[in-house]
């Protein structure tokens, strides 16, 4: 038979190894710090986005038709001098440091402290460009770059492994992002780990809770979208939720599929003229982007987080077509190579997908419902996370009420975007992974500005 534990005993032994605790305090200093930079790049984020509504604003809006472009065009020539490896969403290369192949020299690519500070100034140059792009991708990769400088300072025999720290980093980029600190734990274990290792899993989870907390304190523990009100879902809803989750599932199925053929296909045309032209692509792109949100009265333009609010507001001024437009400009924004994510705009997308079904079936009472049911739908089927899809949108707007109809409509919309599409991340992580040179050593000669290894999009 098994002893009880003597607890005096252990807690001696607890406490006995100073080394043990001081490694655990620099883990959790680290993640505060990632949580603050998290933090920090939400302030940055926003302040440009109000600069770009201020020239949106300007004498009618025509204004954005040179001043998207401009922008694009030098954070896309920045991004391609400097930080190359901060091109994209973040989540991508948070995903290729994770392979055990990938070694150290080359996961320097993709993750370090002059990525995570490129990352948040290049991708706050892009919400002040007016892009259709979110925060909350950038963020997983700027708390990765953060976490996994910790490692030079832990013990040889700490027990806290670069795969834990780049885990609890970019689950930390979730929670704190969102404010959502449950969302950040799922994503640990549903997109990036698929497991947390068990001698650390308690410290990774101590550290995505604690980034989280630094969201919390800056912003108040408040939903990121308030809090909705959810009317009795009779067996009347059922057919309007289903319409909800089939059409989101379908429409995030093509949105993935066609973001990983423009980011990993270099042999089609227009990748090639992007190759040959990149700032001439950018600007033409951006154009496209500036064109769009001028006929939508600016509803396209950022991540779409306020279009979000009034549809669950029941004050939506956006047009019918909005899914549509808001689908291209988002995809162009990636496409240009300006970094920036995909979440937010997403969101956006399948509160659209919502209200658009609440509109055309008379659903009006449960159009809150729908248009929460259409964000975690979309968000779904364009990650294929459903747990972290439901519990983001979960937490955005205070929905426990809602818990069964978000995962049943996140599950089925997954579900459909697997039979069209490859896992998005996935696929981007395999191409970025693919075009790593061999095994780098101390001898190999600095990295060309515009390496192989250039990672695109989330």
Request: charged fraction near 10%; glycine fraction near 10%; charge should be positive.
């Amino acid at each position: 038979m098994h002893q009880e534990p003597d607890f005096l005993h252990n807690l001696h032994q607890e406490f006995r190894d100073g080394r043990r605790w001081l490694d655990r305090s620099i883990v959790l200093a680290y993640a505060a710090a990632a949580g603050l930079c998290v933090v920090a790049f939400t302030l940055m984020a926003d302040a440009g986005f109000e600069l770009f509504q201020r020239i949106y604003r300007w004498q009618g809006g025509w204004a954005v038709l040179l001043w998207l472009p401009a922008i694009t065009v030098a954070a896309v020539w920045a991004t391609r001098r400097w930080a190359p490896g901060a091109a994209g969403s973040g989540i991508p290369q948070v995903m290729v440091t994770l392979d055990p192949a990938v070694s150290e020299h080359q996961r320097s690519r993709f993750v370090s402290l002059w990525l995570s500070f490129s990352k948040m100034a290049l991708a706050s140059a892009g919400f002040a460009a007016g892009l259709s792009i979110g925060r909350e991708g950038p963020s997983v990769q700027v708390a990765a770059g953060v976490m996994h400088s910790a490692r030079r300072w832990l013990g040889p025999h700490s027990g806290i492994s670069s795969h834990a720290l780049l885990v609890a980093g970019g689950a930390a980029g979730i929670a704190a992002a969102f404010n959502a600190p449950l969302a950040g734990v799922v994503f640990a274990i549903e997109e990036l780990s698929r497991k947390l290792e068990s001698r650390s899993s308690g410290l990774i989870i101590a550290a995505i809770v604690l980034a989280g907390l630094m969201g919390v304190s800056a912003f108040g523990n408040l939903s990121y979208f308030g809090r909705i009100r959810v009317p009795s879902l009779t067996w009347n809803a059922l057919l309007p939720g289903l319409c909800v989750a089939l059409a989101s599932g379908v429409l995030g199925g093509l949105f993935a599929k066609v973001m990983a053929a423009s980011l990993t296909s270099p042999a089609e045309r227009m990748n090639r003229w992007r190759a040959r032209f990149p700032l001439r692509f950018a600007a033409g792109g951006a154009l496209v982007i500036a064109v769009i949100g001028l006929v939508t009265g600016g509803a396209t333009f950022g991540a779409g987080s306020e279009a979000v609010k009034h549809m669950l507001a029941g004050e939506a001024d956006v047009p019918s077509f909005y899914v549509t437009l808001k689908f291209v400009a988002t995809w162009l924004s990636a496409w240009v190579g300006v970094p920036g994510g995909i979440f937010a705009p997403s969101l956006s997308i399948g509160a659209g997908v919502g209200h658009n079904v609440a509109t055309l079936t008379g659903s009006d009472s449960i159009a809150p419902a729908l248009i929460a049911m259409g964000m975690a739908a979309f968000l779904a089927a364009v990650t294929q996370a459903p747990l972290t899809a439901f519990i983001i949108v979960m937490e955005m707007v205070d929905g426990h009420a809602m818990v069964l109809s978000l995962m049943a409509s996140a599950m089925l919309a997954s579900l459909i975007s697997r039979m069209l599409a490859r896992p998005l991340y996935e696929t981007l992580a395999h191409h970025m992974a693919s075009a790593l040179p061999g095994p780098a050593s101390p001898q190999d000669p600095p990295e060309p500005a515009h390496a192989p290894g250039v990672p695109q999009q989330k």
